[in-house]
């Protein structure tokens, strides 16, 4: 059965609320089209790839849906963790999830009995949610560095491809956790690293799973992923290795008064160590609206590799481990168990009185936004690797439509993450379509959107330094004031194609904290700040980003 088309009047810049209206949800939407039931196995056809480089000027994508997604969950299958399988997926629908991953730690007992049991419940959870695509992943340790997302499509190997992978390349069950300058084992770890993602690629290419990807988590929580380890990853298979967190989960981290007065969202309360890449500044240890600092910078990491030429795609999730005011704590071991002979903690048990936890559930305030083509598990997959991904917190939009076209063009033009071809000199504009918060977020905040921000940047190719996180020539070159602003509405942004190729990106915001850029007012005039440590309401500050665009200019 192969995934199912999308109808042509599926139009992503409608809000739910306005589908709604019509009679017509999301999913509702996806349902008429006869996209549930059967047509929701797994879809023995691929999705369509993103669109490959023309011979001709400009270049036309496809009519997108997006579907709503988180790809860094957890369960009773973590050590560290506490909720069943079935809460987090009922959180996931109650907060309108499409798509989630849950990506448990690797462990030995993990690997050894967990994952297997796991995989029976994933099965059972599919079958429960049939209006939700549920992946089966793994958190690897990545040797001499932080985490990653790894998961496959469904099929006969998932459980079997994500078992053999923690057991041959995990760096907390190799050993292979050195990663400090000088250190003895660290290139050993760095090149297992590389290693390990060409494996990746080798099982899909031979057909082992249908499709696998891997997304670096959390990268500068504790800034032990240094650039040139980042580059590695992406270069070993870009198919594979396709972008970051740009974003992490643990957005309550730092609700005033819960925590404590030294919390920060994200749980970014960490310190340089030896282990940490010693190029990072002090301030790369923060989050900046919520917002990674390699993403957050304009200017900064994230803008370095795109300058390259290369797409690397972010998301955001909720790393949903133990929610914030939640009143649930894990059971009691029967004698003689534990997490290494079980690789399962006991079920959870409710205590009336709210414990400990930094995270909000799967939806609630971080969504990653996909768009596809057709509804199925390798469609989502190949959303997230064409880079047709915006994200958004607490709800901040209800739709992103965004396109690049030459004035001289009819058509959609090209969409996020991809490629536009023009000629020097040529004008080309960005249409913008926001579609506004049109119901109140979870927690009871009806959000507005204050601005978007155009940010350019020049593609200059590979670097020679592999270590650089700055890209000198990426700035915020326009924004555009929408407060106030109601409904779905186009924003046209007129753009010039100078001498050398670029790309540009989208940001937004509530405006309710800003500032200027870590790199200065000069690169960016209101960008996200770092808030005071123990008071960072997250639902005071919330940002939405988009994937970039490319446009590769031509000579005469």
């Known amino acids: ?201 080798e099982q899909r290419r031979s057909g082992y799973v249908d499709d696998v990807l891997v997304l670096a988590n959390h990268p500068l929580r504790l800034g032990i992923d240094s650039p040139h380890e980042m580059r590695a990853w992406r270069d070993a298979a870009p198919e594979i290795m396709v972008g970051m967190e740009g974003a992490p989960g643990a957005q309550g981290a730092a609700i005033p008064g819960w925590r404590g007065s030294t919390s920060i969202r994200g749980e970014y309360e960490n310190k340089p160590t030896a282990q940490s890449w010693s190029g990072y500044p002090a301030d790369a240890f923060l989050t900046y609206g919520g917002f990674d600092w390699a993403t957050a910078t304009v200017g900064g990491l ?101 396109r690049l076209k030459r004035d001289c063009d009819a058509g959609r033009g090209v969409t996020l993450g991809g490629r536009l071809r023009v000629r020097k000199g040529e004008r080309i504009t960005l249409y913008v379509t926001v579609t506004t918060a049109s119901r109140p977020n979870p927690q009871g905040i009806l959000p507005e959107l204050a601005h978007v921000d155009v940010i350019r940047g020049a593609v200059r190719g590979p670097v020679d330094d592999r270590d650089t996180w700055r890209a000198p020539d990426t700035r915020v070159v326009q924004t555009r004031d929408v407060s106030g602003r109601k409904g779905t509405y186009t924003l046209r942004v007129p753009l010039t194609a100078g001498d050398e190729s670029f790309y540009v990106r989208l940001r937004g915001s509530d405006g309710n904290r800003h500032g200027a850029g870590y790199l200065g007012a000069a690169v960016d005039p209101n960008g996200p700040v770092p808030h005071e440590p123990g008071n960072g309401d997250p639902w005071a500050d919330t940002w939405f980003y988009s994937n970039p665009i490319f446009v590769d200019v031509a000579g005469d």
């Not at 907060?95 to 994952?115: K, P, R, T």
Request: charge should be negative; glycine fraction near 10%.
């Open 1 to 201: 059965m192969t995934e199912q088309q999308l109808p042509a009047w599926a139009d992503p810049s409608v809000s739910p609320a306005r589908l709604d209206a019509q009679g017509v949800s999301r999913r509702g939407l996806l349902r008429r089209a006869g996209l549930f039931g059967a047509a929701f196995a797994l879809g023995s056809a691929a999705a369509p790839a993103l669109a490959s480089p023309r011979g001709g000027f400009g270049g036309e994508d496809p009519r997108l849906a997006y579907l709503v997604g988180d790809h860094h969950v957890h369960s009773v299958y973590s050590h560290d963790a506490k909720y069943t399988f079935s809460q987090q997926a009922r959180a996931a629908a109650k907060y309108g999830l499409d798509w989630m991953v849950f990506n448990e730690h690797s462990n030995f007992g993990h690997a050894y009995h967990g994952a297997k049991l796991e995989h029976a419940e994933i099965l059972k959870a599919r079958a429960e949610n049939p209006r939700q695509l549920i992946f089966q992943g793994l958190e690897w340790y990545i040797p001499a560095a932080e985490h990653c997302t790894v998961f496959a499509a469904p099929g006969p190997h998932e459980t079997d491809l994500l078992t053999q992978f923690e057991l041959a390349y995990d760096g907390k069950l190799l050993g292979y956790t050195e990663g400090s300058a000088g250190a003895a084992d660290t290139a050993r770890n760095e090149a297992h690293a590389v290693k390990a993602i060409k494996w990746l690629a």
């Open 302 to 402: 994230w803008d370095s590799m795109l300058a390259e030429g290369r797409l690397f795609t972010i998301t955001t999730n909720s790393d949903n481990h133990r929610t914030v005011f939640d009143t649930w704590k894990n059971g009691d071991w029967p004698a003689g168990q534990n997490f290494d002979n079980t690789g399962k903690l006991p079920d959870p048990v409710n205590t009336d009185t709210p414990q400990p936890g930094s995270d909000f559930w799967p939806g609630e305030f971080s969504r990653t936004h996909v768009g596809v083509t057709r509804y199925g598990y390798r469609a989502v997959m190949a959303g997230l690797r064409a880079g047709r991904v915006w994200l958004d917190h607490g709800h901040l939009l209800d739709g992103l439509d965004v």
